[in-house]
Structures are given as C-alpha cells and as structure tokens.
C-alpha cells in the first residue's frame, strides 16, 4: 500500500519561500514519477510539477524559474521548492505519485492528503 505524506505548508509573505515535502512509504521507486499539483478556491486542479526518470521534469509555465521540484530515490522524499511567492499560488498543493513509469497523459494512481500554502500580499 503507498502512502504519501505532505509536510511544509505555511502563510508566508509575497517574495518569500517555502519548501514541501512529500514522504511515500510503500511501493514507489525512483522510476516511478512524481509530481505536485494545486487547487486553488474555485478552481480545477492543476499539475505544477512532475519528476520522472523516463521524462525528466516538467513545470507548470506560470511558476517557472520559481519552483525546484526534487527527489531523494533513497529517503522516497520528493521537494518542492518555491521562491518568490506570488498570492496567486495560494492553494492546497498535492503530492501525487503513478504506478507506471509514465506520467504524460495518465492520472495520478496515488495522492497525499494535501497541505495549505497561502500567499499574503
């Protein structure tokens, strides 16, 4: 059974920095991708980043130059650094993690609980 477990969320102040971080307990690999995605009130859930061996790292446009996703294959930790926050990233961020050595086109098999991070002005 895979469990994803977030941790780092917080309020902080537009231009400052946080870090999250998602630790996966079970059967999940450095071949398997990972990714972040957010909500936002009233809006769709969206991917802002995903890890993957097979295709590297992708980024979600508006927060390029900003956000450094990582990965610890050893600990199962995946980071997402995020520098220069805008209030605009104010969301629930999610860690989400695939069976399959794809992330492109396909779902998401396993999700954290999620963790608030909020952007003041």
């Known amino acids: 059974q895979v469990q994803l477990v977030e941790s780092g969320g917080g309020l902080v102040q537009a231009g400052g920095s946080l870090r999250v971080s998602c630790a996966a307990t079970?059967?999940?690999?450095?071949?398997?991708?990972m990714g972040w995605y957010r909500q936002a009130p009233g809006k769709e859930r969206e991917l802002v980043a995903v890890i993957s061996y097979r295709d590297g790292i992708k980024y979600l446009d508006s927060v390029k130059g900003r956000f450094t996703i990582s990965r610890d294959n050893a600990q199962k930790t995946m980071y997402l650094q995020m520098n220069n926050l805008k209030p605009e990233d104010t969301a629930v961020y999610y860690c989400?993690?695939?069976?399959?050595?794809?992330?492109?086109?396909?779902?998401?098999?396993?999700w954290g609980q999620g963790t608030q991070v909020t952007v003041s002005s």
């Open positions: 989400a993690a695939w069976k399959g050595v794809a992330a492109t086109g396909t779902s998401p098999n396993y």
């Open positions: 079970g059967s999940i690999f450095s071949r398997n991708p």
